[in-house]
């Protein structure tokens, strides 16, 4: 179970640095909205939360198996809606850039 959470949370770290670099390019290469600052401090934020939970947590994780089934369960889902946001955000993005340049805005 050890090796799987450790799995997880490597996992949850790429997907948060995916998520930066997302803001990021959002950031300096389309005009500057307010919701790409917002994006790249939910990053930075999601960041941190791993940092201090992997801080906190350690190795003396003590759960019954009725919290690590639904905690795996969980992780599930918030990795895969993770990636689907950061997939469309990237797709929105390069969409409507093209639609911008074709209608000359």
């Known amino acids: 179970?050890?090796?799987?959470?450790?799995?997880?949370?490597?996992?949850?770290l790429m997907l948060v640095w995916i998520y930066i670099a997302a803001a990021v390019y959002s950031i300096?290469?389309?005009?500057f909205f307010f919701k790409e600052l917002i994006m790249s401090?939910?990053?930075?934020?999601?960041?941190?939360?791993?940092?201090i939970r992997k801080r906190?947590?350690?190795?003396?994780?003590?759960?019954?198996?009725?919290a690590k089934r639904i905690s795996g369960d969980s992780k599930g889902v918030l990795v895969l809606l993770a990636a689907v946001i950061v997939v469309s955000k990237i797709a929105g993005h390069l969409y409507y850039t093209k639609?911008?340049?074709?209608i000359g805005f």
């Open 1 to 12: 179970m050890k090796k799987e959470i450790e799995k997880a949370n490597d996992v949850w």
């Open 28 to 31: 300096l290469y389309s005009s």
């Open 41 to 51: 401090a939910a990053g930075v934020g999601l960041l941190a939360n791993y940092f």
């Open 56 to 66: 906190k947590c350690k190795d003396d994780m003590r759960t019954d198996e009725m």
């Open 99 to 102: 639609v911008k340049k074709e």
